[in-house]
């Protein structure tokens, strides 16, 4: 069952709006209503209890069974998530190819198909959060009414066995572990894993892009095309930073130094594409700013021989906004690489805009999904 149960956290989700799309809500009322279905979706938080797993013909009335005690007795906000595995499939590929050269296939030894409905609850905004672990330690001695032995409808159930194993292990006094001792902290199954990542923005830089329409924070691929970078001052002393991360939006952006001129090129050049329908995003860091085109899942497929053949797609804006080789006399004199330019409206004078020589690939950057969380909760 435990094994059954890890699958839940890796589900594959569609992809969701970069701004939360839960809002923290008091716990001292959770809505409990016997004839009400409680499906889990992404306003659940990011950070979930794996209750446990049902499966059978009486699974989704036990689900809601446990869901409504949980909601009513112990003042949890929990759901149901409905999961078929279907394991009829034949003709899987397999490994290697037979004398004739046709592919090798499988096919499951059981074959069959069955649905598995899981309660977990949510409302989670870290995985250490203090109200997380003190629920699921909750929940690890709970003692359902609706699991007991007497109320399973079917002898052969899972939770009676375990429910009759728990009660000779360990007894039944209070502090002993109850059917749902095998449960676990694990994260919404309807958000992305790429949301999940240790390493997001830190605060200060999510603050600065905060408010720009077209943030390559908001991009909805993977990877974007670097077209164009511009580097403002550099600060490495600790002082300058935490003075810097102290100075006003407003401060910012009176500020004529070259973080700022940087940003105002970036941005220029981003309404500018914008305006003529190309998919453009920029994004401001510490140091600089940058401008990219185009979303992508991946740069490439890999080739036979190890290497990465680009995406045409990509290809085409590299070689649309990088620079050109000039030469004279039929090729015979090279002039060097003639970079690509733009003119665009800056503080209300024009001014023409390098692209960068050699446009690359570059990895998305994501804000941290705890601390979207910890905003939404915020307001």
Not at 5 to 34: E, N, Q, T
Not at 279 to 292: K, L, M, N, Q, W
Not at 298 to 310: L, M
């Amino acid at each position: 069952m435990l094994l059954l149960a890890c699958g839940w956290a890796v589900l594959p989700a569609p992809r969701w709006a970069i701004a939360a799309p839960w809002d923290f809500v008091s716990i001292k009322h959770v809505d409990a209503d016997p004839n009400k279905d409680y499906p889990i979706t992404e306003s659940a938080g990011p950070w979930m209890i794996m209750v446990t797993t049902f499966h059978g013909d009486k699974a989704e009335v036990q689900a809601r069974q446990l869901v409504y005690e949980l909601r009513k007795q112990n003042k949890l906000r929990a759901y149901t998530r409905a999961q078929t595995y279907n394991y009829n499939e034949k003709h899987i590929p397999g490994r290697g190819v037979f004398p004739d050269g046709a592919p090798k296939t499988m096919e499951y030894l059981n074959a069959e198909k069955y649905e598995e409905v899981a309660v977990l609850v949510g409302d989670f905004r870290a995985v250490d959060d203090p109200d997380a672990q003190k629920d699921l330690a909750m929940i690890k001695h709970a003692d359902p009414a609706c699991l007991k032995p007497e109320a399973t409808p079917t002898s052969n159930s899972p939770l009676a066995d375990l429910r009759r194993w728990g009660q000779q292990t360990f007894g039944t006094g209070k502090k002993s572990n109850g059917p749902l001792a095998n449960a676990f902290i694990t994260t919404n199954p309807l958000l992305p894993r790429e949301y999940f990542v240790g390493k997001g923005v830190d605060k200060f830089v999510a603050e600065i892009n905060k408010g720009v329409e077209h943030s390559l924070l908001d991009c909805p691929g993977r990877f974007s095309v670097k077209i164009a970078s511009f580097t403002g001052r550099v600060y490495i002393n600790q002082q300058e930073i935490r003075q810097l991360e102290e100075t006003t939006a407003r401060d910012r952006q009176t500020d004529e130094s070259p973080l700022v001129e940087a940003a105002a090129r970036a941005h220029a050049i981003t309404e500018a594409l914008r305006a003529q329908h190309v998919e453009a995003y920029e994004f401001h860091d510490r140091s600089s700013s940058i401008v990219t085109v185009g979303h992508f899942a991946s740069v490439g497929s890999p080739r036979a021989d190890g290497k990465i053949e680009i995406n045409r797609q990509i290809y085409e804006i590299i070689k649309k906004y990088g620079a050109d080789q000039g030469s004279l006399a039929g090729g015979q004199i090279s002039l060097g690489v003639q970079p690509k330019t733009i003119d665009v409206s800056i503080g209300g004078r024009m001014k023409t805009i390098v692209f960068d020589i050699s446009p690359v690939p570059v990895e998305v950057p994501r804000r941290s999904i705890s601390g979207i969380y910890q905003a939404s909760a915020m307001r």
